[in-house]
């Protein structure tokens, strides 16, 4: 099956940029979706197809993608963004849906 | 705007069988746009996909998961509904039904049921 790397924790101060990685073989051919899940709170969809926003999400989170790695940056980080974030592709019509194990993110 | 809620037990016994509902609200469940998916999280861990069912009633489930899961829908009622069986402790978890767009990524998500398997 394929496998999401991500690190498990990240922890940056207040107005930082926070990097948050995402790996596996030949993720840039495929399209990859980002979450963010506060404490005891359902995951909300924060970047999908790599790099686009829904409405609502801030300018500040942003997604790229290269190679073997994907990355969530969220810009001006806020103590509001602290939370856990996954990455999710599709990958295949046997094996779909896949999540990464989850980064939790630490504003100091 | 789709809104979805789980319904079910928060409790059950090992080796019986699991079984949630979601109803959802704000579109219909047949729409084209969309497979309907299960995703649950055992506490302090990670996200796993369990399974989905497209509009057309195709299903899809977690290889790991697929001899115990079986994932139905109800269009006239606006739910669809997941059936574990053979449970664990290992299948303790909080359950969330989600809205699957085009099969690519969850964008509404329920509010999670926590399921204690004991």
């Known amino acids: 099956s394929y496998v999401l790397s991500q690190p498990p924790s990240v922890s940056v101060a207040p107005g930082e940029t926070a990097r948050i990685t995402c790996g596996a073989k030949d993720i840039g051919s495929k399209s990859v979706h980002w979450y963010q899940q506060k404490s005891g709170q359902a995951p909300i969809l924060l970047i999908y197809y790599d790099s686009d926003r829904p409405s609502g999400i801030p300018e500040r989170f942003s997604g790229s993608i290269s190679g073997d790695t994907a990355t969530l940056i969220i810009s001006r980080v806020e103590a509001g963004d602290e939370a856990d974030y996954y990455c999710q592709v599709w990958y295949t019509s046997a094996d779909p849906e896949v999540f990464g194990g989850g980064t939790k993110l630490t504003v100091l | 705007q789709l809104l979805l809620q789980e319904s079910g037990p928060g409790q059950v016994k090992p080796s019986e069988t699991l079984s949630l509902n979601c109803t959802v609200s704000g579109g219909p469940i047949t729409s084209s746009s969309y497979h309907w998916g299960w995703i649950r999280q055992p506490p302090g861990r990670g996200l796993e996909w369990i399974g989905s069912i497209s509009y057309l009633g195709t299903t899809f489930y977690n290889p790991s998961l697929k001899s115990r899961v079986f994932i139905s829908a109800h269009p006239s009622k606006n739910q669809f509904f997941l059936t574990l069986t053979s449970v664990t402790a290992a299948d303790t978890a909080v359950y969330f039904c989600?809205?699957?767009?085009?099969?690519?990524?969850?964008?509404?998500w329920g509010q999670g049921n926590l399921v204690t398997v004991s």
């Open positions: 989600a809205a699957d767009y085009r099969h690519h990524y969850f964008d509404y």
